[in-house]
């Protein structure tokens, strides 16, 4: 639980399974083009992503995992629909098998 001294902060994360016909060159590119959104939505607080190595086989096809934070939820609000977010949405649906995203408050 956070204490007085540590804010909360929003946590947005994103699971994403891939279709079975994409290429490791284009997850390289979509990886690439996310790791560049903080760079351009200055909204954006921080951004670490990694792939599944769960040994536990509970993953169900989900292979990447991406954890954005932002200070508030106005924060968020303005990165959904930014230009620069939908771009990378716009090139990342079509190689999507499926996606779940969880937004929550740090404690």
Excluded at 30 to 44: G, H, M, N, Q, R
Excluded at 55 to 74: N, Q, V
Aim: net charge negative; glycine share 2%; hydrophobic share 40%.
């Amino acid at each position: 639980m956070a204490n007085s001294s540590q804010q909360r902060r929003l946590r947005h994360v994103v699971l994403i399974k891939f279709r079975h016909d994409v290429t490791a060159e284009q997850i390289h590119e979509l990886t690439t083009a996310l790791a560049a959104l903080p760079k351009k939505i200055p909204e954006v607080e921080s951004l670490e992503w990694g792939t599944d190595n769960s040994p536990e086989g509970l993953a169900r096809g989900f292979t990447h995992c991406f954890l954005m934070t932002f200070r508030d939820a106005a924060a968020r609000d303005v990165y959904l629909p930014h230009p620069e977010h939908q771009k990378f949405v716009a090139i990342l649906k079509p190689r999507l098998e499926d996606v779940l995203v969880v937004d929550y408050w740090s404690e």
